[in-house]
């Protein structure tokens, strides 16, 4: 993850290699599907979309 200030806060990108350390090429295309990439996404989504309804309030709480 890569955290960024901006003039309006903080920005967060994130990048995946899935499968980067799986050296075996069979093994890579069981484990890593489509389905694979898409759960990633998903997950991703829902967990930011969590935090940014969170982390202003915990910001204005505890910034010091």
Same mark, same amino acid.
């Given at each position: 993850? /890569?955290?960024?200030? @901006?003039?309006?806060? #903080?920005?967060? @990108? %994130? =990048?995946?290699?899935?499968? %980067? @350390?799986? *050296?075996?090429?069979?093994? =890579? *295309? /069981? /484990?890593?599907?489509?389905d694979t990439a898409k759960g990633? &996404? +998903?997950?991703? !989504?829902?967990?930011? =979309? !969590? #935090? &940014?309804?969170? #982390?202003? %309030? #915990?910001? +204005?709480k505890y910034a010091v």
């Amino acid at each position: 993850h /890569i955290f960024e200030e @901006t003039g309006e806060g #903080l920005q967060l @990108t %994130s =990048r995946f290699w899935l499968g %980067s @350390t799986l *050296k075996n090429p069979l093994l =890579r *295309k /069981i /484990i890593l599907t489509d389905d694979t990439a898409k759960g990633m &996404a +998903e997950h991703c !989504a829902v967990e930011y =979309r !969590a #935090l &940014a309804e969170i #982390l202003p %309030s #915990l910001y +204005e709480k505890y910034a010091v």
